[in-house]
């Protein structure tokens, strides 16, 4: 079944940082690359970033730059999104959604909800 | 990158046709090929409606379909259907290797 399934939900401090996983399975996980984007509670889409799966090569949304990670494991065919100095506003749902090869997001995750708050 | 912008709301009654459209910039939607519509019911995971402008993933219904002029796209409801309330958000591939989404419409069928 080609499918991805994301990590549970977290509840994190402002200044924490969160690591959100997504596992691919159903097809080769190295052809197809994967996005992050992020939803605020009531909120719109957001674009957050990309990794090639296949070299490891990423791009961040200019917001996110010098805060987020994202890395890929081939052996597990995992993709995974580390958010640093978490505020408030990162409150949101965060979706990993594989590139279709047609700059569109063609199968998502179920979404991981991150909470920060004291 | 400022985000695409779509109207906050559209309706139609059932058996109609609505359109929902999607302006940016020729640094995004002008200028790429690449506007794709997604649908959301709340509480659950965008689906991919067309992409590339005009095309339809399989099992998404003809009744979906996409159009671009200028800096502006489209998504075009025909034969509306209650279940065709949800939220719709537009994307497009940016200058720069990025991607940008639309602030979202929300459908009602009345």
């Known amino acids: 079944q080609v499918q991805l399934v994301q990590s549970g939900a977290e509840v994190k401090k402002p200044g924490a940082s969160v690591k959100v996983s997504c596992m691919a399975s159903?097809?080769?996980?190295?052809?197809?690359?994967i996005h992050w984007v992020r939803q605020a509670p009531g909120q719109g889409l957001e674009w957050m970033g990309i990794i090639r799966p296949g070299g490891g090569s990423t791009r961040f949304a200019q917001r996110f730059q010098g805060r987020v990670t994202m890395t890929r494991d081939t052996s597990t065919t995992t993709v995974s999104m580390e958010l640093s100095s978490l505020r408030s506003e990162d409150t949101a749902v965060y979706y990993c959604?594989?590139?279709?090869?047609?700059?569109?997001?063609?199968?998502w995750g179920q979404g991981t909800l991150v909470t920060v708050s004291s | 990158q400022s985000a695409l912008t779509q109207p906050p709301s559209a309706s139609g009654s059932p058996g109609q046709s609505v359109t929902i459209s999607c302006t940016g910039t020729?640094?995004?939607?002008?200028?790429?090929?690449?506007v794709s519509w997604y649908q959301q019911y709340p509480g659950k995971a965008p689906k991919l409606m067309i992409y590339e402008v005009t095309k339809r993933p399989s099992g998404v219904p003809d009744r979906f379909s996409g159009s671009k002029s200028g800096n502006t796209a489209s998504l075009t409801v025909s034969g509306l259907q209650a279940d065709d309330e949800a939220d719709y958000y537009c994307s497009s591939h940016a200058a720069g290797d990025n991607w940008v989404f639309g602030g979202g419409t929300k459908l009602t069928v009345l």
């Open positions: 959604a594989r590139d279709n090869s047609g700059w569109a997001f063609d199968l």
């Open positions: 020729s640094s995004d939607v002008g200028g790429y090929n690449s």
């Open positions: 159903g097809y080769t996980f190295t052809t197809y690359f």
